[in-house]
């Protein structure tokens, strides 16, 4: 969603269904309000966000998400312009907070992101991943290459299943990509690396 003042203060809000809709826009919008859902949007890898970011200087960036790993989060706000973060059970209050600093070109992080980039790292890490059978299975095909669709059709499953379970993986692992996601299955010994470069 990208939220957009012309000239006159007219306020529109525009969405970008891929990231090639989100660069035409952003060519036309230059200093948008791009409030994005980096888990559910097709940007591959960090380095892509960090593209688009130098790419368009004017833009204010709002980084709208349910699961964002800390190490990816603390990435993003070393961005400059300043990359704010916002994890969508945020309460309204921290919602409207972010919006008026983003529009001033200041970043914002939401409390329980802050809580967690300032937890001791021991802390972080001493959260055991605890993964389902199914989740253990599905993390081993995306580490194999299959798309969300060809997972749920081996499992005889819907998509908006399978999508989930990838999301409960993710956000578990603290992950954001299928490649950091891969390197977990890799290191944990769920998929032979002979296997995984066939």
């Given at each position: ?5 012309d000239?006159?203060g ?19 919008y ?64 921290e ?90 299955a ?10 995984y470069?066939?």
């Open positions: 969603m990208m939220h957009v003042c000239s006159l007219e306020q529109t809000y525009r969405q970008s269904a891929d990231k090639t809709e989100l660069i035409e826009q952003l060519k036309q230059g200093d948008a309000m791009v409030v994005l859902d980096y888990t559910l949007f097709d940007i591959n890898d960090f380095e892509e966000l960090e593209i688009l970011h130098e790419r368009f200087p004017r833009a204010r960036w709002i980084l709208f998400s349910f699961d964002l790993s800390s190490d990816f989060v603390r990435r993003a706000i070393a961005l400059t312009p300043p990359v704010s973060v916002l994890l969508k059970d945020s309460p309204l209050s919602i409207r907070d972010c919006l008026r600093y983003a529009a001033r070109g200041q970043r914002f992080i939401c409390q329980r992101m802050a809580e967690i980039l300032l937890s001791p790292a021991q802390d972080r890490m001493a959260e055991d991943v605890c993964l389902t059978r199914t989740e253990t299975e599905i993390l081993k095909d995306i580490a194999l290459g299959m798309t969300t669709r060809e997972i749920a059709q081996k499992r005889f499953s819907s998509f908006h299943t399978v999508n989930t379970h990838r999301k409960n993986i993710f956000r578990k692992l603290g992950v954001n990509t299928v490649h950091e996601a891969t390197k977990y890799l290191r944990a010994g769920l998929v032979d690396s002979a296997e470069y066939i």
